[in-house]
T-cell receptor
Framework: DSGVTQTPKHLITATGQRVTLRCSPR?????VYWYQQSLDQGLQFLIQ???????AKGNILERFSAQQFPDLHSELNLSSLELGDSALYFC???????????FGEGSRLTVL | AQTVTQSQPEMSVQEAETVTLSCTYD???????LFWYKQPPSRQMILVIR??????QNATENRFSVNFQKAAKSFSLKISDSQLGDTAMYFC???????????FGDGTTLTVKP
Protein backbone atom coordinates (compact mmCIF):
# COMPACT_ATOMS: atom_id res chain seq x y z
CA ASP A 1 0.00 0.00 0.00
CA SER A 2 1.62 3.23 -1.21
CA GLY A 3 -0.58 5.46 0.93
CA VAL A 4 -1.98 7.25 -2.12
CA THR A 5 -5.71 6.79 -2.56
CA GLN A 6 -7.51 7.16 -5.86
CA THR A 7 -11.24 7.00 -6.51
CA PRO A 8 -13.06 5.65 -8.34
CA LYS A 9 -11.11 2.53 -9.29
CA HIS A 10 -13.25 1.92 -12.36
CA LEU A 11 -15.48 4.24 -14.33
CA ILE A 12 -17.51 3.61 -17.47
CA THR A 13 -19.11 6.52 -19.25
CA ALA A 14 -20.22 7.71 -22.66
CA THR A 15 -18.64 10.04 -25.18
CA GLY A 16 -19.31 13.69 -24.50
CA GLN A 17 -19.66 13.20 -20.76
CA ARG A 18 -17.58 14.69 -17.95
CA VAL A 19 -15.92 12.82 -15.08
CA THR A 20 -13.90 13.73 -12.01
CA LEU A 21 -11.10 11.59 -10.66
CA ARG A 22 -9.98 12.11 -7.10
CA CYS A 23 -6.62 11.59 -5.41
CA SER A 24 -5.52 11.80 -1.79
CA PRO A 25 -1.74 11.95 -1.41
CA ARG A 26 0.34 10.28 1.27
CA UNK A 27 0.31 12.05 4.59
CA UNK A 28 2.87 14.84 4.52
CA UNK A 29 3.42 14.86 0.75
CA UNK A 30 2.77 18.26 -0.80
CA UNK A 31 3.25 17.28 -4.45
CA VAL A 32 0.62 15.53 -6.55
CA TYR A 33 1.20 14.30 -10.08
CA TRP A 34 -1.27 13.03 -12.66
CA TYR A 35 -0.38 10.56 -15.41
CA GLN A 36 -2.28 8.92 -18.24
CA GLN A 37 -1.47 5.38 -19.37
CA SER A 38 -3.23 4.18 -22.49
CA LEU A 39 -3.39 0.46 -23.20
CA ASP A 40 0.06 -1.16 -23.23
CA GLN A 41 1.80 2.19 -23.42
CA GLY A 42 4.03 4.23 -21.18
CA LEU A 43 3.00 6.89 -18.74
CA GLN A 44 2.27 10.36 -20.07
CA PHE A 45 2.78 13.16 -17.58
CA LEU A 46 -0.23 15.43 -17.40
CA ILE A 47 0.25 17.92 -14.59
CA GLN A 48 1.85 18.48 -11.18
CA UNK A 49 0.70 20.50 -8.19
CA UNK A 50 2.72 21.53 -5.19
CA UNK A 51 0.93 22.75 -2.10
CA UNK A 52 -2.05 23.97 -4.09
CA UNK A 53 -0.13 25.62 -6.91
CA UNK A 54 0.36 24.28 -10.43
CA UNK A 55 4.05 23.45 -10.73
CA ALA A 56 4.55 21.70 -14.06
CA LYS A 57 2.43 20.90 -17.05
CA GLY A 58 2.80 18.12 -19.58
CA ASN A 59 0.72 17.06 -22.52
CA ILE A 60 -2.61 17.79 -20.90
CA LEU A 61 -5.51 18.43 -23.24
CA GLU A 62 -7.54 21.62 -22.91
CA ARG A 63 -10.58 19.42 -22.16
CA PHE A 64 -8.78 18.26 -19.01
CA SER A 65 -8.23 20.34 -15.92
CA ALA A 66 -6.98 19.70 -12.42
CA GLN A 67 -6.66 21.38 -9.08
CA GLN A 68 -5.23 20.73 -5.64
CA PHE A 69 -7.28 21.76 -2.66
CA PRO A 70 -6.14 23.20 0.71
CA ASP A 71 -6.33 19.74 2.29
CA LEU A 72 -3.92 18.64 -0.50
CA HIS A 73 -6.24 16.25 -2.22
CA SER A 74 -6.43 16.69 -5.97
CA GLU A 75 -9.05 16.25 -8.64
CA LEU A 76 -8.62 15.67 -12.36
CA ASN A 77 -11.59 16.74 -14.44
CA LEU A 78 -12.06 15.24 -17.89
CA SER A 79 -14.75 16.74 -20.09
CA SER A 80 -16.21 16.20 -23.58
CA LEU A 81 -14.88 12.69 -23.34
CA GLU A 82 -13.77 10.86 -26.46
CA LEU A 83 -13.12 7.18 -27.07
CA GLY A 84 -9.38 7.87 -27.05
CA ASP A 85 -9.55 9.12 -23.48
CA SER A 86 -10.06 5.56 -22.30
CA ALA A 87 -7.00 4.87 -20.18
CA LEU A 88 -5.63 4.23 -16.73
CA TYR A 89 -5.14 7.49 -14.88
CA PHE A 90 -2.56 7.46 -12.13
CA CYS A 91 -2.04 9.88 -9.34
CA UNK A 92 1.27 9.97 -7.50
CA UNK A 93 2.59 11.96 -4.59
CA UNK A 94 6.14 12.79 -3.68
CA UNK A 95 8.07 13.68 -0.55
CA UNK A 96 9.77 17.02 -0.79
CA UNK A 97 13.17 17.06 -2.54
CA UNK A 98 13.43 13.34 -3.23
CA UNK A 99 11.68 13.11 -6.57
CA UNK A 100 10.45 9.66 -5.63
CA UNK A 101 6.89 9.01 -6.75
CA UNK A 102 4.39 6.95 -4.77
CA PHE A 103 1.60 5.85 -7.05
CA GLY A 104 -2.02 5.16 -6.34
CA GLU A 105 -3.69 2.11 -7.84
CA GLY A 106 -5.09 4.14 -10.70
CA SER A 107 -8.54 4.94 -12.01
CA ARG A 108 -9.52 2.97 -15.09
CA LEU A 109 -11.70 5.05 -17.36
CA THR A 110 -13.64 3.44 -20.17
CA VAL A 111 -15.43 5.70 -22.63
CA LEU A 112 -18.06 3.97 -24.74
CA ALA B 1 13.05 18.69 -23.05
CA GLN B 2 14.10 15.44 -21.51
CA THR B 3 13.71 12.15 -23.33
CA VAL B 4 13.97 8.60 -22.02
CA THR B 5 14.56 5.67 -24.36
CA GLN B 6 14.13 2.01 -23.58
CA SER B 7 15.29 0.15 -26.67
CA GLN B 8 14.10 -3.32 -25.62
CA PRO B 9 10.31 -3.62 -25.86
CA GLU B 10 10.37 -7.22 -24.64
CA MET B 11 12.86 -9.47 -22.89
CA SER B 12 12.79 -12.88 -21.31
CA VAL B 13 15.03 -14.67 -18.84
CA GLN B 14 15.16 -18.05 -17.19
CA GLU B 15 14.39 -18.23 -13.52
CA ALA B 16 17.53 -17.73 -11.37
CA GLU B 17 19.42 -16.12 -14.23
CA THR B 18 20.54 -12.49 -14.56
CA VAL B 19 19.06 -9.97 -16.96
CA THR B 20 19.92 -6.36 -17.80
CA LEU B 21 17.39 -3.80 -19.02
CA SER B 22 18.71 -0.80 -20.92
CA CYS B 23 17.77 2.85 -20.60
CA THR B 24 19.26 5.97 -22.11
CA TYR B 25 18.16 9.52 -21.53
CA ASP B 26 18.85 12.97 -22.77
CA UNK B 27 18.94 16.11 -20.65
CA UNK B 28 20.79 19.36 -20.33
CA UNK B 29 20.43 19.34 -16.54
CA UNK B 30 23.34 18.41 -14.33
CA UNK B 31 21.42 17.31 -11.26
CA UNK B 32 18.45 14.98 -11.51
CA UNK B 33 16.95 11.72 -10.35
CA LEU B 34 16.60 8.47 -12.25
CA PHE B 35 14.26 5.65 -11.35
CA TRP B 36 13.19 2.20 -12.37
CA TYR B 37 9.55 1.35 -11.74
CA LYS B 38 7.92 -2.05 -12.04
CA GLN B 39 4.35 -2.55 -13.23
CA PRO B 40 3.13 -6.13 -12.72
CA PRO B 41 -0.10 -7.41 -14.28
CA SER B 42 -2.01 -5.77 -11.42
CA ARG B 43 -0.97 -2.45 -13.06
CA GLN B 44 0.26 -1.04 -9.75
CA MET B 45 3.38 1.11 -10.20
CA ILE B 46 6.11 0.04 -7.78
CA LEU B 47 9.44 1.77 -7.26
CA VAL B 48 12.32 -0.64 -7.81
CA ILE B 49 15.37 1.56 -7.43
CA ARG B 50 16.41 5.21 -7.35
CA UNK B 51 19.64 7.00 -8.34
CA UNK B 52 20.66 10.57 -7.71
CA UNK B 53 22.81 11.95 -10.51
CA UNK B 54 25.34 13.58 -8.19
CA UNK B 55 26.14 10.21 -6.60
CA UNK B 56 28.78 8.26 -8.47
CA GLN B 57 28.09 5.06 -6.59
CA ASN B 58 25.57 2.81 -8.30
CA ALA B 59 22.39 2.15 -6.34
CA THR B 60 21.54 -1.38 -5.23
CA GLU B 61 18.42 -2.86 -3.66
CA ASN B 62 18.78 -6.54 -2.87
CA ARG B 63 18.71 -8.36 -6.24
CA PHE B 64 18.36 -5.12 -8.19
CA SER B 65 21.27 -2.87 -9.13
CA VAL B 66 21.94 -0.18 -11.67
CA ASN B 67 24.83 0.76 -13.90
CA PHE B 68 24.71 4.55 -14.02
CA GLN B 69 26.97 6.15 -16.61
CA LYS B 70 26.36 9.88 -16.36
CA ALA B 71 28.59 10.94 -19.24
CA ALA B 72 26.98 8.39 -21.53
CA LYS B 73 23.51 9.20 -20.14
CA SER B 74 22.88 5.53 -19.57
CA PHE B 75 20.99 3.93 -16.69
CA SER B 76 20.61 0.15 -16.97
CA LEU B 77 18.91 -2.15 -14.48
CA LYS B 78 20.38 -5.52 -13.58
CA ILE B 79 18.15 -8.13 -11.98
CA SER B 80 20.05 -11.01 -10.41
CA ASP B 81 18.61 -14.41 -9.49
CA SER B 82 15.43 -13.63 -11.45
CA GLN B 83 12.20 -14.82 -9.88
CA LEU B 84 8.80 -15.53 -11.42
CA GLY B 85 7.42 -12.57 -9.50
CA ASP B 86 9.77 -10.27 -11.41
CA THR B 87 7.58 -10.73 -14.50
CA ALA B 88 6.32 -7.22 -15.21
CA MET B 89 6.74 -4.16 -17.35
CA TYR B 90 9.69 -2.05 -16.24
CA PHE B 91 9.80 1.69 -16.78
CA CYS B 92 12.85 3.92 -16.65
CA UNK B 93 12.03 7.44 -15.49
CA UNK B 94 13.77 10.81 -15.25
CA UNK B 95 12.96 13.70 -12.95
CA UNK B 96 14.76 17.01 -12.62
CA UNK B 97 15.76 18.16 -9.16
CA UNK B 98 13.03 20.76 -9.23
CA UNK B 99 10.93 17.59 -8.93
CA UNK B 100 8.54 18.86 -11.52
CA UNK B 101 7.86 17.32 -14.88
CA UNK B 102 8.92 13.70 -15.08
CA UNK B 103 9.53 11.64 -18.17
CA PHE B 104 9.00 7.90 -18.50
CA GLY B 105 10.33 5.53 -21.12
CA ASP B 106 7.96 3.34 -23.11
CA GLY B 107 8.75 0.33 -20.94
CA THR B 108 10.30 -3.11 -21.29
CA THR B 109 8.12 -6.15 -20.77
CA LEU B 110 10.13 -8.75 -18.87
CA THR B 111 9.02 -12.36 -18.70
CA VAL B 112 10.73 -14.72 -16.28
CA LYS B 113 10.39 -18.31 -17.45
CA PRO B 114 10.39 -21.31 -15.09
Amino acid sequence: DSGVTQTPKHLITATGQRVTLRCSPRSGDLSVYWYQQSLDQGLQFLIQYYNGEERAKGNILERFSAQQFPDLHSELNLSSLELGDSALYFCASSPRFTGELFFGEGSRLTVL
Amino acid sequence: AQTVTQSQPEMSVQEAETVTLSCTYDTSENNYYLFWYKQPPSRQMILVIRQEAYKQQNATENRFSVNFQKAAKSFSLKISDSQLGDTAMYFCAFMGTNAGKSTFGDGTTLTVKP
